[in-house]
Each structure stands twice: as C-alpha cells, then as structure tokens.
C-alpha cells in the first residue's frame, strides 16, 4: 500500500504502531530506500513539520496496524493546541535514515550499508525476523542482486543471520552491529531515545509527553 506519493500534499497521516513503512526515492523506475518508519513512526507529516512537500514515496513493507488522522483535521489541531506539537514530534523524529548511497562501488562499505540496513529494519520493525528478500534488499539498497546474495551467505557463515525463503532473521545482533557504518549506532541511539520502554515490572513505559490536560 502506498501512503504518500512525492510532491503530493498527503490526504491523511498516518501513525505506525506496528509493521515496516519505506521512505524511498522513485526516479526513472528505479528506487531507492532512504528511510524506514517503524512503531511510533508517523507518515505524511513534512509539510506540517518541515514546511515543505516530501519527495519520497512512502511505502507498506510489512502490513500492521496504524491509525490515521486527515492532514486538515491535523493541521487544525497543531494551530489550535500547540502542545499537541510536542507529543507529534516524538512520533514523527523515529525514521531512520539509512546511508548514503553514492560509496556504492566499494564492495567493504557495501556490505557495512546491508549491515546497517538489517540493523535498522529489525529496529523499526521491533524484532529480529524480517520479512525480506533478496530482490527487495537488493533494489531498496542500489545494490547487486549477486553481491547482496554473497554478504548473507558470508553473514549466515558466520553466524549473524539466518534466512530462509522470504524471511531473515538476526541471531546476533551484536556482531552484526560491529560490521555496520559508523553512522548506525548514533541513530539507533536516536531511535531508542524516543521508544517506548519497559520497567522493571513489565509495565510498559514511554518517552516525557505533555500531560493530555494541558492540551
């Protein structure tokens, strides 16, 4: 399901609260993935935010639940209550860029931007078994189909991951983290600054908001 096509004022925004969405950039049948929103992740939000229409597609990767709000209805609501912004701004900043993609041709930084990539989708999508493939890491990521097919076999030889048809799963993440960018591990922390947590009872907890009455 596409959600926001690019250059295009978005008819609704949409707030993810489970499931994968893809921020991508479409040009002459190719794409290219720039992002992923995962649980507390908005969609449609950067005319509101940035002030400007988004150049990206945003696309349903892993079908969930989320809720949805006109854009007009939004918009009225951000002038009216100005509160309402701040509460916002915690579920719009958890996109998580992934790196550029002009180092391409070096096969090394190649494979620490796959890396990254599972790194950031296991995040966004909160857990370790991903529905993937090889076709879609491949066109998401401007990478080789052979090359991204060769770093998962070199990957499951060392026991990172394990895939089977359409599915991956990460079984140390903490070794995979060591083989990412440099830039992997300042927005994963970013990430988890503004996801929700658990304290000691189980009870689940979530970043400082504003009181709901002072809105």
Do not use: W
């Not at 993609?101 to 909160?126: E, Q, T, V, Y």
């Amino acid at each position: 399901m596409v959600l926001q096509e690019p250059k295009k004022c978005p008819d609704h925004v949409y707030f993810i609260e489970s499931g994968l969405v893809s921020l991508r950039l479409v040009a002459e049948g190719s794409i290219l993935e720039t992002a992923l929103i995962g649980h507390r992740g908005a969609v449609g939000a950067s005319p509101l935010m940035e002030g400007h229409l988004s150049t990206h597609q945003a696309v349903v990767l892993v079908s969930e639940t989320a809720h949805r709000i006109r854009f007009e209805d939004l918009h009225r609501l951000m002038n009216e209550r100005p509160a309402f912004g701040s509460i916002f701004s915690v579920r719009s900043s958890t996109d998580l860029a992934l790196p550029s993609n002009g180092i391409m041709r070096d096969p090394a930084r190649s494979r620490k931007r796959l890396a990254s990539s599972l790194c950031f989708a296991s995040d966004a999508f909160g857990a370790h078994v991903l529905p993937v493939t090889h076709d879609y890491i491949s066109s998401a990521l401007g990478l080789r189909r052979a090359g991204v097919t060769q770093t998962l076999i070199r990957f499951e030889e060392q026991g990172l991951i394990r895939k089977t048809r359409g599915v991956l799963q990460i079984d140390d993440r903490r070794c995979l983290e060591q083989r990412t960018c440099c830039c992997c591990k300042l927005i994963s922390a970013a990430y988890e600054s503004v996801r929700p947590t658990r304290d000691p009872a189980g009870k689940q907890t979530r970043p400082a908001i504003p009181n709901e009455n002072d809105l």
